[in-house]
């Protein structure tokens, strides 16, 4: 049980459809993150909410969509997606901002784009 | 262009051996550096850290050692056990930020009985 959620573990969608990837951690942690891992790639973070506020957004084209309702949950919202949105999308959670409060990572969605 | 790269994808090991995970970073500013390990179908745990005032850090059978002026940072597994097959993660930071990590590629270890 790592705390952090994901669902669902597997999603393949059209590029026409619009779907959505859920986050949910019981740790009581205030800060939540989306990253995206590529194939041989290095994870690159998408979206930080830090209470509920997102405070950071690296560049992310506007075909994924954050949410975040809570300090619990958290949404990727998914519409018009291009197959090299292939990719496997890992929620986080962490404490506080700082390294004395480590990510602790849900066990991702395997999202393929056909 | 990658900041933080892990140029072995992959390391192969003998069991009770020294496992050594290597990693090269290009910005001398990066104040901060942690290594995650990833099982498969799994997410990354955190593992260890570094700040940049310091050469080493150890923690039980892991070791990081940092060299500022090579902009290098190593990880050392000892003795490696089964249990510690997996990819690990190298990541480099401005600030001790957790927003603002900058992430390798990962290098899959594999310990052989």
């Known amino acids: 049980e790592t705390g952090v959620t994901q669902t669902p573990r597997h999603l393949v969608m059209g590029m026409t459809n619009k779907k959505s990837l859920k986050c949910e951690q019981h740790l009581g942690h205030n800060a939540m993150y989306w990253y995206k891992q590529s194939a041989k790639k290095p994870l690159e973070l998408m979206f930080v909410?830090?209470?509920?506020?997102?405070?950071e957004n690296n560049s992310v084209p506007s075909r994924f969509s954050p949410e975040c309702p809570n300090s619990s949950h958290l949404f990727l919202h998914l519409h018009t997606l291009q197959p090299e949105d292939s990719a496997l999308y890992l929620c986080?959670?962490?404490?506080?901002?700082?390294?004395?409060?480590?990510?602790?990572f849900g066990n991702g969605t395997r999202l393929t784009v056909t | 262009d990658q900041q933080v790269k892990q140029n072995s994808p992959s390391l192969s090991v003998q069991e009770g051996r020294i496992s050594i995970l290597n990693c090269d970073y290009t910005?001398?500013?990066?104040?901060?550096f942690l290594w995650y390990k990833k099982y498969p179908a799994e997410g990354p745990t955190f593992l260890i850290s570094?700040?940049?005032i310091k050469d080493k850090n150890e923690d039980g059978r892991f070791t990081v050692f940092l060299n500022k002026s090579a902009k290098h940072l190593s990880l050392h597994i000892v003795p490696s056990q089964p249990g510690d097959s997996a990819v690990y993660f190298c990541a480099a930071s401005l600030t001790n930020s957790n927003y603002q990590l900058i992430w390798g590629a990962g290098t899959k270890l594999i310990i052989k009985p």
């Open positions: 910005n001398s500013m990066f104040d901060y």
């Open positions: 909410y830090s209470l509920e506020e997102r405070v």
């Open positions: 570094i700040s940049s």
């Open positions: 986080a959670s962490s404490l506080e901002q700082g390294f004395n409060s480590p990510l602790h």
